[in-house]
Nanobody, 123 residues
Framework: QVQLVESGGGLVQAGGSLRLSCAAS????????MGWFRQAPGKEREIVAA????????HYADSVKGRFTISRDNAKSTLFLQMNSLKPEDTAVYYC????????????????WGQGTQVTVSS
């Protein structure tokens, strides 16, 4: 079992930056692929970014490429999402997630989820 706790959300103006963190506990963090998802009101949850167990592989949604960067610190069991050049359409609840496996998947369900942190970008 993996427990995930997100932090770092908030209100920011368009063009600004935020850094989300996800603290993991329980099962060995370094064995899990990790990801960030988001869900805006009235929309389905979507994957934003994901990273393999060792950080060597990443995946980004087209809408955030070049603006967001996912990273991890396995020694501290923490996942990060640096979000730059934020847009109002980035407004959503952002969720940290983990897989039981070391590799990324964009098609199969993820196994562990945090409670989410709200990100609001004003225009």
């Amino acid at each position: 079992q993996v427990q995930l706790v997100e932090s770092g959300g908030g209100l920011v103006q368009a063009g600004g930056s935020l850094r989300l963190s996800c603290a993991a506990s329980g099962r060995t963090f370094g064995n899990n692929a990790m990801g960030w998802f988001r869900q805006a009101p009235g929309k389905e949850r979507e994957i934003v970014a994901a990273i393999t167990w060792n950080g060597r592989g990443t995946h980004y949604a087209d809408s955030v490429k070049g603006r967001f960067t996912i990273s991890r610190d396995n020694a501290k069991s923490t996942l990060f999402l640096q979000m730059n050049s934020l847009k109002p359409e980035d407004t959503a609840v952002y969720y940290c997630a983990a897989r039981k496996y070391t590799t990324i998947s964009t098609t199969t369900p993820w196994d562990y989820w945090g409670q989410g942190t709200q990100v609001t970008v004003s225009s």
